[in-house]
């Protein structure tokens, strides 16, 4: 899997904007960008996913780099609740078998202060 | 809640003690999956269960034993571990589209916080 480079921490405060970024320089043509979180004392969370569009959903936006080479993770307005590690994954979409596997790294610890 | 339950939630075992973690979906999927993360480390994969059948062994040691009698249910078995193998061990299910296609999230459990003394 292509490698991510995401800032160990982020501070916010609460019900300001939050923008995660992920830098991914070797991404294939067939990779997809995912983000997941995980909540202090939780197993891990999907967020948000894409190719090469913007996306939105009721939890984030994922804006992505016309190169494809970094990715950003909106919130927002981050709540306390937001506080986690976001992870910026890579999933190879090409040919079957291995398509479901994640390979997490060490994520962005973002904490939201009141 | 996520569909993915896991116990015990803690666990606390000797190095010659036998124990076993449980992990139940009951979203309807086809995939299951265990990872550790161990403090300040990321998440590790561990194996991977397709329709019942292992399809990922990431080297593993023997003292972790997997078993997967049915798509709902996943078994980690252990036994003589060592006090490294104390971490957060994490179940997950999705439902895994072969040939590439649409994205299945990957649900995970709270996990099972292991210590072995």
């Known amino acids: 899997d292509a490698k991510t480079t995401q800032p160990n921490s982020m501070e916010s405060n609460e019900e300001e904007p939050v923008h995660l970024p992920c830098n991914h320089s070797?991404?294939?043509?067939?990779?997809?960008i995912h983000w997941y979180r995980q909540l202090p004392s939780q197993g891990p969370e999907y967020v948000i996913h894409g190719l090469t569009s913007n996306v939105n959903n009721r939890m984030a936006s994922l804006a992505i780099a016309e190169d494809r080479k970094s990715s950003t993770l909106i919130l927002h307005r981050a709540t306390l609740r937001d506080a986690a590690v976001y992870y910026c994954i890579l999933r190879d979409v090409a040919g079957g078998g291995s398509n479901y596997k994640l390979t997490f790294g060490k994520g962005t610890l973002l904490t939201v202060n009141p | 809640e996520t569909g993915v339950t896991q116990t015990p939630r803690h666990l606390v075992m000797g190095m010659t003690n036998k124990k076993s973690l449980k992990c139940e979906q009951h979203?309807?999927?086809?995939?299951m999956y265990w990872y550790k993360q161990s403090a300040k480390k990321p998440l590790e994969l561990m194996f991977v269960y397709n329709f019942k059948e292992q399809t990922e062994n990431n080297s593993v040691p023997s003292r972790f034993s997997p078993e997967c009698p049915n798509s709902s249910h996943l078994f980690l078995h252990l036994h003589t571990l060592q006090p490294e193998d104390s971490a957060l061990y994490l179940c997950?299910?999705?439902?895994?589209?072969f040939g590439g296609g649409a994205y299945n999230e990957q649900f995970f459990g709270p996990g099972t916080r292991l210590t072995v003394l």
């Open positions: 997950a299910s999705s439902q895994v589209s």
């Open positions: 979203l309807g999927h086809n995939a």
């Open positions: 070797t991404i294939s043509g067939t990779d997809y």
